[in-house]
Nanobody, 125 residues
Framework: QVQLVESGGGLVQAGGSLRLSCAAS????????VGWFRQAPEKEREFVAA????????YYEDSVKGRFTISRANAKNTVYLQLNTLKPEDTAVYYC??????????????????WGQGTQVTVSS
């Protein structure tokens, strides 16, 4: 079992930045690909970004490319999502998820075995 806990969300003005953290316990997170997803009010949860177990490969949803950066510190059992140039449409609850089953890094919900509880990101205009 892997337990995931997100932190770092908050309220920020458009154009601002936040860094989200996903801290794992239970097993080494280096054994898992980790993704970030988000769910805005009245919308389905969507994929944002993912990083391979080694950290050498990353993948992003088109709308966040160039603005968000995913990284990991396996020694700290933590994955990060740096959010820059935030827009009001980035407002959502952000979740991290871990998987050993995915064939690629464009993760789907049903490929992820472990989920955190989410952290709220609110971007004001």
């Amino acid at each position: 079992q892997v337990q995931l806990v997100e932190s770092g969300g908050g309220l920020v003005q458009a154009g601002g930045s936040l860094r989200l953290s996903c801290a794992a316990s239970g097993r080494p997170l280096s054994n898992y690909a980790v993704g970030w997803f988000r769910q805005a009010p009245e919308k389905e949860r969507e994929f944002v970004a993912a990083v391979s177990g080694t950290g050498l490969s990353t993948y992003y949803e088109d709308s966040v490319k160039g603005r968000f950066t995913i990284s990991r510190a396996n020694a700290k059992n933590t994955v990060y999502l740096q959010l820059n140039t935030l827009k009001p449409e980035d407002t959502a609850v952000y979740y991290c998820a871990a998987t050993q089953r995915a064939r690629g890094l464009g993760l789907r919900d049903d490929e992820c075995d472990y989920w955190g509880q989410g952290t709220q990101v609110t971007v004001s205009s």
